[in-house]
């Protein structure tokens, strides 16, 4: 079993930063990628970043320039930089680790961010 711990969200105020962190129980190059989703209240739950094995970044648009994702193989964990953050970005942010080995997707329980206008 695979587990995913979120940390670092938090309440902030506008234009502010956060950074949160993704702790694996396994490698995190057992993971095709990592990303960070996230779900607002009412909405879909969406991708926000991802780093894939070779290390390709994707970001959705809303956060390109702002968020960045990085990642610590040493340690298991991947990290999303959030700055310059607005209102928009409030929701629950979640860990995703897609697994090959166990043809299983990995979430964690999320940490929730607000941002105060």
Not at 4 to 26: H, M, T, W
């Amino acid at each position: 079993q695979v587990h995913l711990v979120e940390s670092g969200g938090g309440l902030v105020q506008a234009g502010g930063s956060l950074i949160l962190s993704c702790v694996v129980s396994r490698s995190i190059f057992s993971f095709n990628a990592m990303g960070w989703y996230r779900q607002a209240p009412g909405k879909q739950r969406e991708l926000v970043a991802q780093i894939t094995i070779g290390g390709i970044r994707i970001y959705t648009d809303s956060v390109k320039g702002r968020f960045t994702i990085s990642r610590d193989s040493d340690k298991n964990t991947v990290y999303l930089q959030m700055n310059s953050l607005k209102p928009e970005d409030t929701a629950v942010y979640f860990c995703n680790a897609p697994s090959p080995i166990d043809r299983t997707d990995y979430w964690g329980h999320g940490t929730q961010v607000t941002v105060s206008s």
